[in-house]
């Protein structure tokens, strides 16, 4: 049955791409029909705060970092997420010795991710276990993190450590053990402490941190977030979750996987449609509230010309959104849908670089296009995804990266980076086209019909109305000049992302015309009311 539905989806999705997406006659026209709405969604925009040594204080991008999260969090971003992850096991694992704990570092990480979210809702994923949890875990696996001059270092706070979640085979298979060093981390941190069942010692915490969801794995169908097998993503979310014995951390949801690349029915029916049948999981009515995923679009270079395939394969890509769906209505119904990190990666040329240390390799500049176009890309998807799925979150990845080299460190996903790190670090487009969305557009807000120019392989075009206003949202999808004939814009207020304030606030311009021209990759959101 299930299979069934997925050719139908198949079927369906070429329905829709020529129903949105083909050029239309006069495609550069539009008409808005404010009296026909076509959708009301609800979807939070949010943040990925992928945690690593620019996150603690005294790093270069720490202050612009934390004003960026702090003031998106005050315009509305919600549904806030940390990820402390392997990757940086110094600043995510408190227990690094077995026997001794120390939350020193993690506590850095925390606190200051809670402080700059305010009272908006958080997702928490401290997703790092402890390398001797881990039976076959390499005798290399600490000693190939790197700092900008060195790929043979142990674990510290500012190395990165790519193999360190490399481990596919747990000491305690039941996963119990894994289990109760989680279960105390979630205590530290939402219920003052906890007693450490293996020494019987009380470990006191001063945090009653209330949360919205804890998030259990992240990308644990990859090799190094332990490359696990479908059953055993379910087995190790169980056990985590019987851990908590009906208890929930902070109040938390349960979260869970952070499955990469969902971007294609196939991946998704190897991956989600058994995460989500409870005939899988032990006890079948093992909590799951929230499923969570990754889509990301894919440049084909860094220069403008290679920066247009972004929005063709986000288009792309919804087909294993709309597949997730698909099996969230048939198998579980009431479980909600969260695009927990969402945007583009373009770290690299494809087939240019070898593994997950070939950190030289990786681009260390972008010019100001490359920072607008991702901008673009990402209102494109936020937009186009919660329009054509009911989905609680899609959070932009991420609010740091950075080159190799930078402050001394081996890099960090540079091309995902809502900070720009030249200079004095400052925000970038990346952040400035979350603020426009969020200070024009509450939530709900409803997808308004149009005549002509919805979207075409040069312009994206949407009206929207909430609580805000009226307004229209519009996108160039190409690295040279274009221009729309917005019926009825000509006085209108509008604001603008383009290369000239890549690294500024939006531009405010009053329209003299109907006729707009579009400098290349430019974002707007023309006030209609």
């Known amino acids: 049955m299930i299979m069934h539905s997925f050719l139908a989806i198949i079927l369906g999705i070429f329905v829709i791409s020529f129903k949105c997406y083909a050029k239309t006659q006069d495609s550069n026209v539009i008409q808005v029909n404010w009296g026909s709405t076509l959708k009301v969604a609800s979807t939070a925009p949010s943040i990925l705060v992928a945690a690593d040594p620019e996150w603690l204080p005294g790093a270069k991008m720490y202050d612009a970092a934390i004003e960026g999260v702090t003031k998106l969090a005050e315009l509305g971003a919600d549904n806030i997420r940390l990820l402390n992850f392997n990757i940086f096991p110094g600043i995510s694992c408190p227990q690094l010795k077995q026997g001794v704990w120390n939350f020193s570092a993690t506590d850095l990480v925390m606190n200051t991710f809670m402080k700059a979210c305010g009272n908006k809702t958080v997702i928490v994923d401290i997703e790092t276990s402890p390398v001797w949890m881990w039976a076959d875990a390499s005798s290399n696996t600490t000693t190939t993190c790197a700092d900008a001059n060195s790929t043979s270092l142990h674990v510290g706070e500012r190395t990165r450590c790519p193999n360190y979640g490399s481990g596919h085979v747990p000491v305690d298979r039941t996963w119990s053990q894994i289990a109760h060093y989680f279960k105390n981390v979630a ?47 379910i087995d190790y979310y169980d056990a985590m979750v019987r851990e908590f014995n009906g208890t929930r951390p902070g109040g938390a949801k349960f979260m869970g996987p952070s499955f990469s690349g969902m971007s294609s029915i196939a991946r998704v029916q190897e991956w989600v449609v058994p995460f989500l049948n409870k005939s899988n999981h032990h006890p079948s009515d093992t909590p799951l509230d929230a499923l969570s995923f990754h889509i990301y679009a894919m440049c084909h270079n860094n220069t403008p010309a290679g920066m247009e395939q972004v929005f063709p394969t986000t288009d792309t890509k919804l087909s294993g959104l709309m597949a997730i769906d698909q099996a969230r209505q048939q198998l579980r119904p009431d479980v909600e849908l969260h695009l927990t990190e969402s945007g583009l990666f373009c770290n690299e040329q494809p087939g240019k670089c070898h593994g997950q240390n070939d950190y030289p390799c990786w681009y260390r500049t972008f010019d100001s296009l490359f920072w607008v176009a991702s901008a673009g890309q990402w209102l494109y998807q936020y937009l186009t995804y919660a329009q054509a799925v009911n989905i609680t979150t899609i959070a932009q990845s991420q609010i740091l990266g950075y080159p190799y080299q930078y402050d001394g460190l081996s890099g960090e996903w540079a091309s995902g980076s809502m900070v720009d790190w030249t200079g004095v670090p400052g925000l970038n487009a990346k952040y400035y086209v979350m603020a426009m969305l969020l200070e024009t557009v509450a939530r709900p807000f409803s997808y308004i019909q149009m005549n002509g120019g919805e979207s075409n392989d040069l312009v994206y075009v949407q009206a929207l109305t909430s609580a805000k206003g009226k307004v229209v949202v519009i996108i160039n999808k190409k690295s040279a000049p274009q221009s729309i004939h917005l019926v009825g814009g000509k006085g209108a207020t509008s604001l603008w992302i383009e290369e000239q304030n890549w690294k500024a606030p939006a531009i405010e311009k009053k329209l003299d015309s109907e006729v707009i021209p579009l400098s290349p990759f430019a974002v707007g959101i023309v006030m209609m009311t």
Do not use: A
């Open 187 to 233: 205590d530290w941190y939402t219920s003052g402490g906890f007693v450490d069942p293996v020494t019987n010692k009380r470990y006191d915490s001063n945090y009653n941190y209330k949360l919205g969801y804890w998030e259990i794995l992240n990308e644990p169908d990859l090799t190094r977030e332990h490359g696990l097998l479908p059953q055993q993503v």
